[in-house]
């Protein structure tokens, strides 16, 4: 799972689309169904904003609830204020990702613990998946950067 070359990608461009693809969610939106089964749009924001957040946590080797949760344990959703806070993680989870040392040794997302240029990447696929899952929910275009679909292809 990690990265082609060797290189260490930017999780960044995935995260600002999915950050601009939620900005764009309308209220009577939020319970449209999506590609995910079980899911409508506001779970699939939960599980964006929970997923940002534990591999955020994952990067900084914060190992505790917020990483040791299997996501599928319950059905995620969205309190009132999850513009500002799905807005925030998104900016903190590939902030946590450009620290080299965030790629090195092991970690735990989701319960799983496994070696940390695994999870980076994991948390980039994550990102381009769940973002097509919201933009084909909302109706939106989306057009995830090349380099990031090639990372989330192996």
């Known amino acids: 799972m990690t990265p082609p070359d060797d290189s260490l990608p930017d999780l960044g461009p995935a995260a600002m689309a999915v950050a601009a693809l939620a900005d764009r969610v309308t ?3 939020l319970d449209d169904p999506t ?16 997923l940002s957040l534990a591999f955020r946590d994952a990067a900084l080797k914060n190992v505790g609830p ?5 996501p599928g344990a319950s059905l995620p959703d969205i309190g009132d204020d999850w513009r500002p806070v799905l807005a925030a993680r998104l900016t903190e989870l590939p902030a946590a990702w450009r620290s080299p040392g965030a790629w090195e040794g092991m970690t735990q997302a989701g ?9 980076g990447v994991v948390a980039l696929n994550e990102l381009v998946v769940h973002g097509w899952d919201l933009a084909r929910a ?4 989306y057009a995830p950067e090349p ?3 090639e990372v989330a292809y192996t």
């Open 35 to 50: 590609p995910c089964p079980d899911y409508a749009v506001r779970n699939v924001l939960g599980h964006l904003s929970g």
């Open 147 to 149: 380099a990031d679909l």
């Open 138 to 141: 909302t109706g939106q275009p």
């Open 27 to 29: 209220p009577d939106q």
């Open 66 to 70: 917020t990483t040791d949760t299997d």
């Open 111 to 119: 319960g799983v613990t496994f070696p940390a240029a695994d999870a």
